[in-house]
């Protein structure tokens, strides 16, 4: 069983993976564009948060730049494929590369420590909650503030011309879409929202590492299979709601695993687990349309 403070712990990360899952829903499945740039969008979220709030910023204006620092990485992998003609998955590959430099070049060291600095979650400790239900309570409200504003940018005008975009995009630009544009746009918002968990993941983990962003697309592709296996995402808003709930199980199914003496998993096994998750997640649903059309054949 697990204890209160890792239940809170695993809910609280996978609301920031949320964040992330949201981001792959919009790069992988409303544009069809396999971007790997999350990889170093997530760090580089972290990184520009962190050194601008030792340096004095304001916590919450911190982690507004590093949301646009996250749109301008995605949008360097749209425009390497855009404008360039380079491939999508190459060009992602080419911005994760860089980043890592980058990264390394905006916090002047492997990694910055932010336990001594006020965040965007230090107001929230005088509510006079326990410790490990702080960190909930803030990430519920951001993820609830970013679904409504992702579901009304997906009912715009330009919201439909980026789905129109990844569902056909030459029917799209011969309806007068300009294509680029909506995949510029798209992968730039796709990361920003990565690049604000990544923010959100340094302030309430306490520093910020130029690692940290190693197997986040894994993780968000986890949660956003995983989560359309439970939730069919015939709409947007189901889409949305699989992305949190999806990143949500499998940070609990992590943690219950990690947990359970029975199984003797350790740390070092996380991979292992979460491959077998993906593979499970995937899997299922197609089981489970098999089981039901066999029930069926045997009424009829």
């Not at 809910?11 to 964040?19: D, R």
């Not at 060291?109 to 929230?124: M, Q």
């Amino acid at each position: 069983m697990l204890s209160e403070i890792a239940f809170y712990g695993a809910v609280e990360t996978g609301l920031i993976y949320g964040l992330v899952a949201f981001g792959i829903y919009i790069s992988f499945r409303v544009l069809d564009f396999p971007d790997l740039t999350v990889d170093g969008s997530f760090p580089l979220g972290a990184a520009v948060a962190a050194v601008l709030i030792i340096s004095g910023w304001n916590p919450w204006i911190a982690t507004g730049a590093a949301v646009l620092a996250g749109m301008a990485a995605g949008a360097v992998t749209a425009m390497l494929n855009v404008k360039l003609n380079i491939l999508n998955l190459l060009a992602s590959i080419l911005t994760m590369i860089a980043l890592y430099s980058v990264n390394l070049r905006i916090m002047g060291r492997p990694n910055v420590a932010l336990l001594t600095e006020d965040t965007v979650l230090t107001p929230w400790y005088d509510l006079g909650l326990a410790y490990h239900q702080v960190p909930v309570l803030l990430f519920i409200l951001v993820v609830i503030v970013a679904f409504i504003l992702l579901w009304r940018f997906m009912k715009s005008e330009t919201g439909l011309a980026m789905r129109a975009t990844g569902a056909n995009a030459r029917m799209a630009r011969a309806q007068g879409i300009a294509t680029g544009g909506m995949i510029i746009l798209g992968v730039a918002l796709s990361n920003g929202l990565v690049g604000l968990a990544g923010a959100l993941f340094a302030q309430s983990q306490g520093a910020a590492d130029v690692t940290m962003g190693v197997g986040v697309i894994v993780i968000g592709l986890a949660s956003l299979i995983g989560g359309e296996a439970v939730i069919t995402p015939s709409t947007v808003v189901r889409a949305l709601l699989a992305c949190v709930f999806g990143a949500i199980i499998y940070r609990l199914a992590i943690a219950f695993a990690l947990n359970a003496d029975v199984l003797g998993l350790q740390a070092q096994d996380l991979n292992l687990i979460t491959a077998v998750l993906v593979t499970l997640a995937i899997v299922l649903p197609g089981v489970r349309t098999s089981v039901m059309s066999k029930l069926s054949r045997k009424k009829a």
